[in-house]
């Protein structure tokens, strides 16, 4: 008996002229690549550990920035507590070290991530088919109530914001937060920030004093965090996070697609477009951590003449997302400067040249001990962060 296949109707006929309908799998819809980059908090350049947090900066894991004013005082660390049996082995843990009872008007405390606008072109948002947004991520806190997650579009001044609520203190939940489309204000296509998202962990009433905007909107910051409770409040209390996805479409805690895994390496790449290093990768960005540990090296080509030596080129292994801003790190001793390995000296007038997307070159000043062919060393770190 001979079979045919009829694809436009999902049909199977057999030679008697019998059709039997197939059921076919629902097309998969999802990204090559996760929109949100090391959502696992894997990967963290910087180091695994900060303490003395009260400012705005990105400290320990990749593309996870802190917002912070007059938020009390805080310890980030990549932590091994993570909910059990889901895949994950790194959480993010916000540890409050200092506490802020009586919070100012202005006073916050943000964990965020920012997205470049030739990324999200799928989103179709500002047309009448923009795409609903599910954010999903297992929490757990020391301190209970309400929390607020709120999403920004930079290109356009909007914001929208949504509520979850942690129900047990020191306990593992995952949460499911689905976003409506916004039909107002298109996203630039480059390489700009367009979009943020972000997790509140401290508001003052500059930003909790008018209406949650649970609709997207003109941006007002006192109705972006109404409701938060004050996580600075004791300084026993911690925060920690991992596997934040966010997905494009509508679901809840039985149709939302599982987190999406990548290996370290791919993770680590995509994390590299924004931030790199010449350290070795569990080796925290210092001065004076020792030569042949991933520092960059090469021959002087001036000797004691106190002229200037320019090395070969150096190529980022990832395209950079735009020219870096770069800084030195001596591998042998505290300062910034090329060290002669061969001379045990150090050179003077290190700088970098000619920045780019794809590399640089590094310019300094021979010792008064250097020789032509003379061993030089520098570590370094290029940023290119939103």
């Not at 002229?307 to 800084?327: G, H, I």
Request: aromatic share 10%.
């Amino acid at each position: 008996m001979s079979l045919e296949f009829d694809g436009a109707n999902n049909k199977i006929s057999n030679s008697s002229g019998a059709s039997y309908g197939v059921a076919l799998p629902a097309p998969n819809y999802r990204q090559p690549q996760p929109l949100i980059i090391n959502g696992d908090m894997a990967v963290a350049q910087r180091g695994t550990s900060e303490t003395g947090i009260t400012s705005s900066n990105y400290y320990t894991v990749d593309r996870w920035r802190i917002g912070a004013t007059s938020a009390g005082t805080w310890t980030q660390s990549q932590d091994t507590d993570v909910p059990s049996g889901q895949g994950f082995a790194i959480s993010l843990k916000m540890d409050c070290t200092t506490a802020n009872a009586s919070l100012s008007a202005g006073s916050f405390l943000y964990f965020q991530q920012k997205i470049e606008g030739q990324n999200l072109q799928y989103l179709k948002k500002g047309t009448a088919n923009a795409e609903k947004l599910t954010l999903a991520f297992w929490v757990k806190a020391t301190k209970t109530g309400t929390n607020i997650v709120e999403l920004r579009d930079m290109d356009n001044s909007r914001s929208i914001s949504k509520s979850y609520t942690i129900s047990s203190a020191d306990t593992w939940e995952k949460k499911t937060i689905t976003f409506a489309g916004d039909t107002t204000g298109a996203f630039n296509n480059d390489n700009g920030e367009s979009f943020r998202f972000l997790f509140c962990l401290v508001a003052g009433t500059d930003f909790t004093s008018g209406t949650l905007n649970t609709s997207w909107g003109s941006r007002v910051n006192v109705n972006t965090a109404v409701g938060q409770v004050n996580h600075a409040d004791s300084d026993s209390n911690e925060w920690y996070v991992t596997g934040i996805q966010l997905e494009v479409g509508e679901f809840n805690s039985t149709t939302l697609p599982p987190f999406q895994h990548e290996s370290f390496g791919e993770n680590l790449q995509r994390c590299q477009r924004y931030y790199q290093k010449s350290f070795d990768i569990g080796t925290a960005p210092a001065q004076n951590v020792g030569i042949q540990t991933g520092d960059l090296s090469f021959p002087s080509t001036k000797g004691a003449s106190a002229a200037t030596t320019l090395s070969q080129k150096y190529n980022f292994p990832v395209r950079m997302r735009a020219s870096p801003a770069m800084t030195g790190y001596n591998s042998a001793a505290s300062n910034a400067e090329v060290r002669d390995v061969s001379a045990s000296a150090d050179c003077s007038s290190t700088a970098f040249a000619s920045n780019k997307e794809t590399g640089f070159y590094v310019t300094c000043t021979s010792s008064g001990t250097t020789s032509v062919g003379n061993y030089l060393s520098l570590h370094f770190t290029a940023a290119a962060e939103l």
